[in-house]
């Protein structure tokens, strides 16, 4: 009876028992499968545009598109600048702190400090960015390891973006002209920071669908697009621009001299052919864009003309009409008192015309003429000249030098002034200056740019000054102190100049800055140049120094611009019979 009690117990409990166990669980699953429902339907319907609001911020973003700068070129169609793509890499902080134990790894291909990439890596996070930087313009080897990391899955949060680098085919032939950029592409010496706006494009941006590595991988708009900038013409003549800077280098190296400076412009336009300076450096190299080499000093360093002023000082005299072509002035016995100042010439010369004057460069004669001139006569004539005036030329750091009023002058300085001292001006001032010579009277403005008119020009001297002063300039070179910047086959005009550097409130016995300054043909100038040369040792007369670089530079660009030859005549009323006059025996330079 026990047993069968027990048996019917059991049987009893068991369907009902399992009955409600089943409608528990099921309604269990019920229950879940309505909350999963629920949320399914809350996460696709209801909060749909939150949710995918949230997955773009972490798939979409917006990159730049880099904008293409505007080349320079020389006045024949030659590239001087251009932009070329270049690989920068950059990384999301966030991301890339998850592969610290690869940083090693990271820093070895893109050639890179571990430590400094986890220190750059660190200050992103905690400035909370999600865009930096870790290497700009890098070689394609780096960018080409990265990828090869990427591609095998080692690394990510790490791209690679295309930007442009700035190259100049000529290196430091141009360097000083041209300036260089910074490493976002914007100018910042010469050129190119003068003509920054008109050179400088507009960055584009493009959103783009990224992946779990952070590579874009599918392109959804274009937000704005990227505009280039504008291509320059320059006035350079590539060609005399190589040839300036070899014969200048050579004559700096060949002297032992400190620096030099050479400019060559057309005659007639005003337009800059060639610039070049020494030392220069190499402005596609980074570590070489520091210190005093990128002064452009042709236009930045001002110095005292010395004895190639000495043309102006007889174009005032004889413009002012006080002095006529035939005088002629003692400066016997080699010596003249200016109040406790002593005026010396290199040996007695005596008796001088205009001509002989500056065929034998004599200070005393230049003097004479000065003081026997009203002070403002001389001080117009250079201040229409353009020296001590603010330099109208489109290039960054031009200085206009200094010519002091002449109601500050005492009669030593105006006697000084007459040949070049108490007067400071830079290179391209004064070849500017010989220009108004070289164009009959007609000074031009200075320009970088190609003209594509008529150049503008101011009147400084009548046409017959300028041209009788040319002709005394050619006989300067055809038997004078400039007898070395003589071109064979052309007629050169041109006057030397030795100057004392000023140190301390005085001159210096030891230290001197060798120039000429001249234009070829004669007759008719194409082209005017300066050439300056600082602290030559040895020899540092400036027809000894400058002159010789002179004639290389201009002999050579007569040809390349296609100036046909004039032979030897001599131009002007009185040339031919001042240089059968004049004797020179031993002159000064």
């Known amino acids: 009876m026990r047993l069968n009690q027990t048996s019917f117990d059991a049987g009893d409990a068991s369907p009902s028992g399992l009955g409600g166990r089943r409608a528990f669980v099921l309604g269990v699953f019920f229950l879940l499968a309505m909350v999963l429902l629920f949320r399914a339907f809350q996460l696709q319907i209801l909060d749909r545009s939150f949710y995918q609001s949230q997955g773009d911020v972490r798939q979409i973003r917006t990159l730049p598109l880099a904008a293409h700068r505007g080349m320079l070129i020389d006045r024949n169609g030659e590239p001087l600048a251009v932009s070329s793509p270049i690989d920068s890499i950059w990384a999301d902080p966030r991301e890339l702190s998850k592969y610290d134990n690869k940083m090693d790894l990271l820093g070895y291909a893109i050639e890179m400090d571990p430590a400094r990439l986890r220190e750059i890596v660190a200050k992103g996070l905690e400035r909370n960015r999600e865009f930096i930087y870790l290497r700009r313009h890098v070689h394609p080897r780096t960018a080409k390891a990265l990828q090869d990391l990427k591609d095998r899955g080692q690394i990510s949060g790490v791209n690679i973006q295309r930007e442009y680098g700035r190259y100049y085919p000529s290196g430091e032939i141009t360097a000083h002209v041209l300036g260089f950029n910074n490493i976002d592409d914007q100018g910042q010496e010469g050129l190119e920071m003068a003509f920054e706006d008109w050179l400088k494009g507009e960055p584009g941006k493009r959103r783009v669908v990224t992946d779990v590595l952070g590579d874009a991988i599918e392109d959804i708009e274009l937000v704005a697009e990227a505009r280039p900038g504008q291509d320059l013409t320059l006035s350079i003549d590539k060609r005399i621009q190589y040839l300036a800077y070899r014969e200048l280098k050579q004559a700096v190296q060949r002297n032992g001299a400190k620096s030099g400076s050479a400019v060559v412009l057309d005659a007639r336009t005003g337009e800059v052919l060639a610039m070049v300076n020494q030392p220069s450096y190499n402005p596609n190299r980074f570590s070489e864009r520091a210190g005093g080499t990128k002064r452009n000093r042709a236009v930045t360093d001002v110095l005292e003309p010395g004895s190639t002023i000495k043309p102006f000082t007889i174009a005032a005299a004889l413009e002012e009409g006080g002095f006529g072509f035939n005088d002629v002035v003692d400066t016997a016995p080699g010596r003249f008192n200016v109040g406790k100042y002593v005026v010396r010439d290199y040996k007695n010369y005596g008796e001088l015309s205009l001509t002989g004057i500056l065929k034998n460069s004599s200070n005393i004669g230049a003097s004479k003429i000065s003081l026997q001139l009203d002070k403002s006569t001389l001080w117009n004539a250079f201040d229409r000249l353009g020296f001590g005036r603010p330099p109208l030329v489109e290039f960054p750091g031009a200085v206009s030098g200094k010519l002091p009023h002449h109601s500050r002058w005492s009669v030593v300085r105006q006697a000084t002034v007459a040949y070049g001292y108490g007067v400071s001006t830079t290179v391209l001032q004064l070849a500017r200056a010989y220009a108004a010579l070289a164009n009959d009277g007609l000074m031009p403005e200075v320009t970088f740019q190609k003209l594509q008119g008529e150049p503008r020009v101011e009147r400084v001297f009548s046409e017959e000054v300028a041209q009788e002063v040319r002709a005394m300039l050619h006989a300067v070179v055809q038997s004078g102190t ?57 020899l540092y007369f400036g027809g000894e120094v400058a002159a010789p670089v002179f004639s290389n530079i201009l002999a050579g660009a007569l040809r390349m611009r296609n100036v046909n030859p004039d032979g030897r005549q001599v131009y002007g009323k009185q040339a031919s019979a001042d240089i059968a006059v004049d004797g020179l025996g031993q002159v000064a330079q």
């Open 482 to 538: 400039g007898k070395a910047a003589g071109i064979p086959g052309y007629t050169v005009a041109g006057k030397t100049g030795t100057t004392h550097i000023s140190e301390n409130g005085s001159y210096a016995d030891d230290r001197y800055i060798s120039q000429f300054a001249g234009m070829a043909p004669a007759g008719n100038p194409d082209m005017v140049a300066v050439v300056s040369i600082i602290e030559p040792q040895g």
